[in-house]
């Protein structure tokens, strides 16, 4: 419904209270999903206000007492007087919600997008977006910002868990990859268009709405990477040179072959591992 208005604000077709109703309906449902995940995080897997006294022993007890309800200089405590088990309860609670809200938000934290990279990205769902103006806007690393822009609006971070440093670090060697032979035509840039393409197909003919989530980081992928460490040479080139990739793959789909087992081996490393997390079926 957003990217509606957002396309009738463009042409100018659209009054302003359809406009506020629309904005506030949007707002209602942004809230709603709001309280929804603050409530899922207060609910808590420890079940810790579930937990009698009684069943906790007493060393527990004391070091918990110890540790979670110290004195803090504001309300005075007789020495004889324990501190009650559940607000020791109360305490932890505490303690896993904000450490759960510090995890939440630090896996947000994502790639800092230059002002001139937002203007570019305002087209990214046209046939006639411009790499080029991404490419320069972003310094030269217009397949990184293309990779996060569509793992973020597919959502496919939060599906599989992929975490936003190993994403960086994985569109960065493969840049570097892409900028290895100083090809002309098959580089970074290259694979930023298809990457764009992909989607664009994706969006405009509906597909996407047959696709499974695993499906379309399938598509997403495999434009990523389909001309990583490109020649720039044919692969009938590397047959009749007798070339070191033409020999591994025995003179089949040579370049192909190569994009692909490249790009994987990338994942080898930790830190550059995005699909860390996919089930055995998944990663098949």
């Given amino acids: ?12 077709d659209i009054n302003v209270v359809d406009l506020k109703k629309n904005i506030e309906y949007a707002a209602s449902v942004l809230e ?12 808590t897997e420890d079940e810790l206000s579930d937990i009698q006294s009684d069943s906790v022993p007493l060393e527990v007890r004391d070091w918990l007492a110890s540790t979670f309800t110290r004195e803090m200089g504001i309300v005075k405590r007789r020495p004889e007087e324990k501190p009650k088990f559940r607000s020791i309860v109360h305490a932890v609670q505490a303690g896993i919600f904000v450490e759960r809200m510090y995890r939440r938000t630090s896996s947000m934290v994502g790639l800092a997008y230059p002002a001139e990279v937002i203007v570019t990205f305002k087209d990214v769902d046209k046939w006639s977006f411009d790499v080029f103006a991404l490419n320069e806007a972003s310094g030269e690393h217009s397949l ?16 599989f868990k992929i975490p ?12 570097v990859g892409y900028s290895k032979y100083k090809n002309p035509y098959h580089n970074l840039i290259h694979a930023a268009d298809v990457t764009q393409t992909v989607h664009y197909i994706m969006i405009h003919t509906g597909i996407m ?23 720039g040479t044919t692969n009938n080139f590397h047959i009749q040179t007798r070339s070191d990739v033409a020999i591994l793959y025995n003179d089949r789909s040579v370049l192909e072959n190569h994009h692909v087992s490249a ?17 055995k079926d998944d990663w098949r």
């Fill in 1 to 12: 419904r957003l990217r509606c208005l957002v396309k009738q604000l463009e042409k100018g």
């Fill in 209 to 231: 709405h047959w696709l499974t989530e695993l499906e379309i980081l399938a598509m997403i992928f495999a434009a990523a990477v389909h001309d990583y460490e490109h020649t």
């Fill in 263 to 279: 790009a994987y081996r990338l994942m080898q490393e930790e830190e550059m591992n995005i699909l860390a997390n996919l089930n």
């Fill in 32 to 43: 709603a999903v709001y309280i929804d995940e603050t409530r899922k995080l207060l609910d």
């Fill in 144 to 159: 990184k910002f293309m990779m996060y822009e569509l793992f973020t609006r597919y959502e496919l971070l939060n599906r």
């Fill in 164 to 175: 936003v440093p190993n994403l960086i670090s994985f569109a960065e060697a493969l840049e």
